[in-house]
């Protein structure tokens, strides 16, 4: 066998420390390794976060813009309602209001054409007082009594004068008197308020008439006209007076 030799001190000194070296700088490696692959991990892990919560956000948004544009379609939709049936009120009262301006317009018109008939009327009555006198009922004098109604409860025969029975046929003949500028003017008539049924009496054409004031007037014309007049000019024009007729 070849003798081996041996190593001097600093020799193994250096050996070992070459030795310390490499085994540090294996540790060192490792621990770089396994910094590099935790930092590595970290970030694989905080990208993941970031990105996770960058969906979760993007979510979120895209949940509240959906929200926010379906709130604001409905508040849309139910200002475009509140609006609509606002016009439709609005509408309504204009509606209402000129159908009851025209009814007002309209009564106003009539009040205002029934209060100038009215007008009218009362000129025409207050031209027609004005020298009238108007003898009524009972105001005939004696002597027209031929032809009219007369005391016998029995019913008369056609062709002749209806008989009396409650006083109402003689209290409704009414004389008018008026003067007409100078001349006279009169009528004779029945008063259909008081006894409307004399009227029928007088002018029924089925055969069955009992004609009364006719004839009687036909009878006594000129007399008639003389009475008349007289008493005409002691009532003062424009006033009515009321006689018995016995």
Do not use: C
Not at 83 to 99: G, L, P, Q, V
């Amino acid at each position: 066998m070849w003798n081996r030799r041996r190593p001097k001190p600093f020799t193994r000194l250096r050996k070992s420390l070459a030795r310390s070296g490499r085994t540090l700088q294996r540790r060192r490696q490792k621990l770089q390794r396994q910094a590099t692959k935790s930092v590595r991990r970290f970030t694989k892990r905080t990208t993941a976060a970031a990105r996770r919560t960058q969906r979760q956000a993007a979510k979120a948004s895209r949940r509240f813009q959906k929200t926010a544009k379906r709130r604001a379609i409905k508040a849309t939709a139910k200002a475009v309602r509140s609006a609509k049936r606002f016009r439709k009120t609005f509408n309504r009262t204009i509606k209402a209001s000129r159908k009851n301006l025209r009814k007002y317009n309209r009564e106003r018109r009539k009040r205002a054409r029934q209060l100038e008939i009215k007008r009218r009327s009362i000129a025409r009555q207050q031209k027609r007082e004005f020298g009238r006198v108007v003898l009524v009922g009972q105001q005939l004098p004696e002597q027209f009594e031929k032809g009219l109604p007369s005391n016998d409860s029995g019913a008369s025969i056609p062709g002749q004068p209806p008989r009396m029975r409650t006083g109402k046929g003689r209290k409704s003949i009414t004389v008018e008197v008026r003067m007409r500028g100078t001349k006279p003017e009169g009528r004779v008539y029945v008063d259909k308020k008081v006894a409307g049924y004399m009227a029928m009496w007088e002018f029924r054409k089925d055969g069955k008439a009992r004609p009364f004031l006719k004839p009687a007037v036909m009878d006594n014309l000129s007399e008639y006209g003389q009475q008349v007049i007289q008493e005409a000019k002691k009532v003062p024009t424009g006033q009515r007076r009321r006689a018995v007729v016995r």
